[in-house]
């Protein structure tokens, strides 16, 4: 396979998860994982997107050609990284391509290839957003926003019809849900449920646990076998591999900072300081020794840029910085405890 990305490389892409490549296609897909993890995660993002639009389509009776045009998107990224947007809509036999175009001067790389094998016979309305090191924010049809963290991938329906608004999630986001009584808002995400009429709160689905923290309003947080209702300034955490929800009274302070960019640490260890850091500003950062992790500190960062905030906890604590490739390393001789 070749390595640019092309839309054949993504079609071959849909052809293997759909388990219809022969023998030489699959062993160029097995060489191309092999030559790096980066590869790998591909795929996975990739048959992450395919099930969920496999979903979509099982679910519709429509039968068209595809068609996939650029999503008119009210949005502002906060980094030069790559966003995927994803727009498959039907449209006209006669007009079964895919166009490419460019939005507010962010170039946003359209993932074609993998789905348009998948609705290669039918289509359904669904857009779908993926994040790597960048953070996305976006209006969705009912005028609810949207706000997602790094590594995120969102999917949704172009029109929300019906008697519910719903829609998949794998990643970080903050949702500020537009009020309708009569039609609620419910996110899937790893398992569970969170269902809302009209309010705001984050979901971090990275893995197979879910933690929803409530901003304001209320939220019902469900699985299969269990259901809360959390209230303004609450947050719980689904356990998938227990089955269960643990609800908490006091919201973390840094929940929103990856979209704030507001940290605030009480007493905090260095250690815990540099991973809520390196999460805000998805970057890595990490401490050289362990003499240096029981370091406490109690500051405010408010917009700071990541520089600035490393130099500040370096004087404070007599570290030294080094960074390479946008991993930043700290290092000193440690502290009292």
């Known amino acids: 396979m070749d390595t640019n990305h092309s ?22 897909i097995e060489k191309w994982l092999q030559e790096n993890e980066e ?11 395919w099930n969920k639009a496999v979903g979509f389509k099982e679910n519709r009776t429509l039968r068209v050609d595809v068609d ?9 990224i906060d980094s030069a990284k790559e966003a995927k947007v994803i727009l498959i809509k039907p449209a006209p036999k006669r007009n079964r391509f895919f166009t490419i175009g460019i939005a507010a001067s962010i170039t946003i790389l359209i993932a074609v290839g993998v789905l348009a094998y998948l609705f290669r016979d039918s289509s359904p309305d669904v857009v779908l957003l993926k994040t790597t090191q960048n953070t996305l924010e976006q ?12 590594n995120t991938i969102l999917t949704y329906p172009r029109e929300f ?12 986001a903050f949702f500020d849900v537009k009020r309708n009584k009569t039609k609620p808002f419910i996110i899937h995400a790893n398992g569970s449920d969170i269902k809302v009429l009209g309010t705001s709160f984050n979901i971090r689905a990275y893995n197979k646990n879910v933690e929803l923290s409530v901003e304001t309003g209320k939220v019902q947080f469900q699985t299969k076998t269990k259901a809360i ?14 089955d269960t929800i643990k609800k908490q009274i006091v919201l973390d302070r840094n929940v929103l900072a990856y979209k704030t960019k507001v940290f605030v640490f009480e007493n905090s260890s260095l250690e815990h300081i540099a991973k809520v850091l390196g999460e805000g500003y998805h970057v890595s950062i990490s401490l050289k020794n362990n003499r240096i992790k029981i370091c406490r500190l109690t500051t405010k960062f408010d917009n700071e840029t990541l520089p600035d905030a490393l130099n500040i906890i370096a004087e404070t604590l007599n570290l030294t910085i080094s960074s390479k490739g946008g991993k930043y390393v700290l290092d000193g001789e440690g502290c009292n405890k």
């Open 7 to 28: 839309d054949n490389n993504e079609g071959l892409l849909g052809k293997y998860l759909a388990q219809e490549t022969d023998a030489h296609e699959n062993a160029l």
């Open 139 to 150: 209006i969705l049809p009912d005028g609810s926003v949207v706000f997602l963290n790094a």
């Open 161 to 172: 019809k019906g008697a519910t608004r719903e829609i998949n999630l794998s990643g970080e």
């Open 68 to 76: 996939a045009a650029w999503l008119k998107v009210r949005s502002k």
């Open 39 to 49: 590869n790998t995660k591909e795929l996975n993002d990739y048959a992450f997107l």
């Open 229 to 242: 209702l959390l209230v303004a300034g609450e947050q719980a955490t689904f356990e998938a591999k227990k």
